[in-house]
């Protein structure tokens, strides 16, 4: 959805070194594989035969169809009611819970090193225990990770991005211990209950990317989204009406 697009290019984002890394991540024996480009503030991520930029500096996001080699683009600025329909919308209330949560984080350095990829790598282990109240905004969580990190590598990878809500719950949260600032996983299995994601890092790279990554290629040919005028007025309006909502739930 458009909405949700500009949401996320809007988030602040951490200006970072030219990076390049290609991982397969496999959930449960699933197995996919991205490559994530990134220049200061831009960001390119490309799955399969299709692309996603979020190019910062220009204000756009583009989305390319590889396989068919087209292109499409969306700006704020170029609809006038989205953007005046974001520029309205309060900022999310908070509701305090009134409940604690306790969070407990433990580290463990294997004291092992080696080489992957050129680079020298530590074994991490550390284990999140995360216990809520009865009513709290949160919920129990009992997760292990178990990976390799380069040594003094600020972590660069992209999960996802978390869109705001109209309201945001908030309970007292004592945290027990630290969160490593691990730096780069090279090679990560994350467990919880039974679900189990491992990522594999296959390539890293740190050197400088060309510009041209951050926008659509001259060789491809620009499309409209598939969506009807009526349809683009119809989502706008929706969002002006929960804009206008905001201010009064």
Partial sequence: MRVRTWLLVML?????????????????GYTAATTVYRRGHNLRLENGNSATIFNIDERRAYTLDLRNRTWTSQQPDSDPLLALAMWIRRPPRVHESGKTVNVWY?????????????HTVRHLIYHERQTAEPGACA???????????????????????TLTASHRCQDKVIVHGTRPATGVALLETV?????????????????????????????????????????????????????LQSWFN
């Fill in 12 to 28: 602040p984002i951490t200006a970072l070194a030219d990076t390049k890394i290609v991982y397969k991540q496999t959930v449960n």
């Fill in 191 to 243: 467990s919880e209950g039974t679900v189990h994601r491992t990522r594999e890092v296959t390539e890293y790279s740190d050197r400088p990317l060309d510009s041209h990554l951050f926008e659509p290629p001259r060789d491809f040919r620009r499309v409209e989204p598939d969506e009807t005028w009526a349809q683009r007025m119809k989502s706008d309006c929706l969002e002006m009406k929960r804009a």
């Fill in 106 to 118: 433990q580290t463990t350095d294997t004291g092992e090193r080696r080489q992957m990829l050129g």
């Fill in 139 to 161: 919920t129990n969580v009992d997760r292990t990770t178990d990976g390799w990190y380069i040594l003094n590598a600020p972590a660069v990878f992209y999960d996802g991005f």
